[in-house]
């Protein structure tokens, strides 16, 4: 999903920074589960993600995977060591959306987007989803951000509806974040 935003971002026009949170090892840990292992697998060679990414962009889509409806642990801790940023003014009158997967429908997509939008009013930040603003809406159906049902086995590839509401939330994004620049 990440990748496709980028994409999509760029041929909009945005230069784009696409990178990975690092993954927070809780010391309770076993064994990495298979979603651990095919998120791990799919940020090989993402650079990690750091507070002057935040600072630098005019633009941030931040994506996690749904954790009991909420963001995962290692986002919400990235988010929280924002904080002398977010002091000095740096997170505000930027453009933010979010995007999201789980193994079920109805899992807890559009609980994980709004949770991730509360910080997001903390920073005075400015939330760009999607919303009905196009006809594909209707057909992914989650106007929060975008999100996509993994399966069980995490195997669910991206089907049609997600990569169009991939391709128009980065476009939305990039031409509001354009438009608060005065471009």
């Known amino acids: 999903m990440a990748e496709r935003l980028a994409a999509a971002g760029e041929k909009a026009g945005a230069e784009v920074r696409l990178r990975q ?3 927070q090892s809780t010391g309770g840990e076993k064994a990495a589960t298979d979603a651990q292992a095919a998120e791990a697998e799919a940020a090989k060679g993402a650079p990690g993600a750091t507070a002057d990414d935040v600072v630098w962009a005019d633009a941030v889509l931040f994506g996690s995977p749904t954790r009991y409806g909420n963001v995962a642990g290692q986002l ?3 988010i929280d060591s924002l904080g002398a940023q ?6 505000a009158d930027k453009v933010y959306a979010g995007f999201t997967t789980s193994q079920t429908a109805h899992g807890g997509q559009e609980t994980t987007l709004t949770a991730l939008y509360n910080t997001i009013y903390h920073f005075g930040g400015i939330i760009v989803p999607p919303g009905y603003t196009d006809g ?5 159906g989650n106007p929060y951000g975008v999100s996509h049902v993994t399966g069980g086995g995490n195997d669910i590839p ?3 509806a997600e990569l169009n509401a991939l391709d128009h939330m980065a476009t939305r994004v990039v031409t509001i974040a354009g438009r608060l620049k005065g471009e």
Do not use: H, P, T
């Open 86 to 91: 977010w002091a000095q003014g740096l997170l």
């Open 158 to 160: 991206l089907g049609e």
């Open 21 to 23: 949170v690092e993954r």
């Open 136 to 140: 594909l809406k209707f057909v992914d």
């Open 76 to 78: 919400k801790i990235f």
